[in-house]
């Protein structure tokens, strides 16, 4: 597609239940990053994969998120038992080469907002 | 733990006036990028700064990048209200670890017909 698309783009969920966000990327990038930013803060890098292999999974806060890419396209990021401090906008981007640099930028989703009650 | 500080927190300014934003860190980075994000959207890129002391123009957006490539600023001149938006800047590391971005908590910037 032209952009990078994101689903749910809004999900409320009551603590203890589990979400799956969606993530489609720009066809053809090779990357896929899961960036979370809370209220008034900037984006917190979560996880990066290149094509299916997942080759960061350092930031994601605990065992209960868990991300994949089994076909090296879409993407999932699957938070169980969701408890309120989850509560942030899930961001996806992709990029066409393994890394940033001027010539190889990154494309942010719009993002899904993750509201937990 | 945010690595990038940036200052103003909050900017609301008249339409027309000119300003600065900084961002600032005790690491080096590799390269430097500011993105501008509206209410609802993912963050657009703006520029990407490489090189200690480079000076990038985008029409009324001047960007530079500190010598030691461990600070940089954001130069609006004549601002106007499409301008209003959050400013993240954001530092990539040299190394094997170069693909992940560090962001600032940003500038929130308001212009003011």
């Known amino acids: 597609g032209a952009g990078v698309s994101q689903s749910p783009r809004y999900k409320v969920a009551k603590r203890g239940q589990d979400v799956a966000l969606r993530c489609d990327p720009i066809s053809g990038h090779v990357s896929l990053f899961w960036y979370q930013q809370a209220l008034g803060q900037g984006p917190e890098f979560l996880t990066y994969?290149?094509?299916?292999?997942?080759?960061?999974k350092s930031g994601l806060p605990s065992d209960r998120f868990f991300a994949e890419r089994p076909e090296g396209s879409v993407s999932t990021l699957k938070i169980q038992r969701t408890q309120q401090e989850d509560s942030a906008v899930y961001l996806c981007?992709?990029?066409?080469?393994?890394?940033?640099?001027?010539?190889?930028?990154?494309?942010f989703g719009a993002g899904s907002r993750l509201t937990v009650l | 733990t945010q690595l990038l500080e940036q200052s103003p927190q909050f900017l609301s300014i008249q339409e027309g006036e000119n300003l600065t934003v900084y961002c600032n860190s005790s690491?080096?980075?590799?390269?430097l990028q500011w993105y501008r994000q509206e209410p609802g959207e993912g963050p657009v890129l703006l520029v990407t700064?490489?090189?200690?002391?480079e000076v990038k123009k985008l029409k009324r957006l001047t960007f530079q990048f500190g010598d030691a490539r461990k600070d940089s600023s954001l130069h609006i001149t004549a601002a106007q209200p499409g301008d209003t938006g959050l400013y993240l800047c954001a530092g990539a590391r040299s190394g094997g670890s170069n693909y992940k971005l560090t962001f600032g908590k940003g500038t929130l910037l308001t212009v003011n017909p």
């Open positions: 690491s080096v980075f590799s390269s």
């Open positions: 994969f290149q094509n299916e292999a997942q080759l960061d």
């Open positions: 700064v490489v090189t200690g002391g």
């Open positions: 981007a992709s990029t066409r080469g393994p890394y940033l640099s001027g010539a190889n930028v990154l494309t």
